[in-house]
């Protein structure tokens, strides 16, 4: 299982909309998905995927080490309406709890996370993780438990700061040596509308050598609808160009995550290649990629995972 933690310190960067519509496109490609409502607020499993976590049932009770009801991850985990998407909900008040703990015992409560999705690791292809608009425990702890990390951030000059403190943070947790092998995969733009704002931060994110992926995904009313109507845009409308970006954006993201494999068996390192194959992938060869990723992360820890 590949994880990917979303993150931004930037409220309403758009990461919640991002992982669920991000999740189902990876769905969509037959891939099993397992998407993480690491925020309080839970808006991934309320608003966009419509679920509520039944009582002592939720991503609070596996993180939260002193809880005398503590529960594994398959317990919490539930099916969502898109086929191949199952989530692991939060309920507010014991995601609270279990981040002030994670606080107070650091770095046990730091690592929960990681070891708990462990014992998922052979049941799902990808892990989507949606974090809270703030880089405190929670987010670390979900940095810590991931193979790669995904910024998504709206391209204006009022975002750029909190996606900058952001890489900053993925930076620190893999020089902390609590995950040395953590990478930022890539810079989603969200709401990104061609004009000079987008202009400016493009060329301060080159400037910063950030991996800013192709795929840009528009402003649209659709998107932020359909999480009204507790839906990923991707599902209910799935041949609008928002859903379109969203299909292309994972699909740019696993090619990002199989560039190491591809290079190392291949030796091509041919951009342009690069850039048509994402194109060509298929569910399979996405599958068939998450199981090597998976052997091979095996291989690079020297430990099951
Ligand atoms: N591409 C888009 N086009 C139009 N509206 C969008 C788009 N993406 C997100 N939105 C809307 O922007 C708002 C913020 O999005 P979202 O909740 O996904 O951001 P967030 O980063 O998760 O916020 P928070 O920091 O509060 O968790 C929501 O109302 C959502 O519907
Ligand atoms: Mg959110």
New binding site residues.
Partial sequence: MLIVTVG?EK????????VANLAASAAGLGLHVLAVDA?P?G?LSNHTLGITAEPGKSLGEVLDLTRSDRIGVRDAIVETNVPGLSLLPCERESLDRAEGEMTRNSLEGLTVLRDALRTVDEEYDLCLI?T??RLLALTTGALVAADMALL?MRPTTLHFAGGDAFIAKVRKVAASGMNPNLELVGVLF??AEPGEETTIIEGLAEGESWPVLNTR?????L??KA?LRNEPVVISDPNRA?SRAYRAAIEEILERTMDDDASASTGSSDPVDDINHVADITPAQAAQTRGQRGGQLIARNGTAR
Avoid: L, R
């Avoid at 409220?11 to 919640?16: D, E, N, R, S, V």
């Avoid at 995904?217 to 009313?221: A, E, L, M, N, V």
């Fill in positions: 931004n409220g309403g960067a758009g990461k919640t909309t991002s925020d607020q808006q949606d809270p608009p998504v969200n709401q995904i528009p402003d649209s009313k998107a932020s999480n928002v």
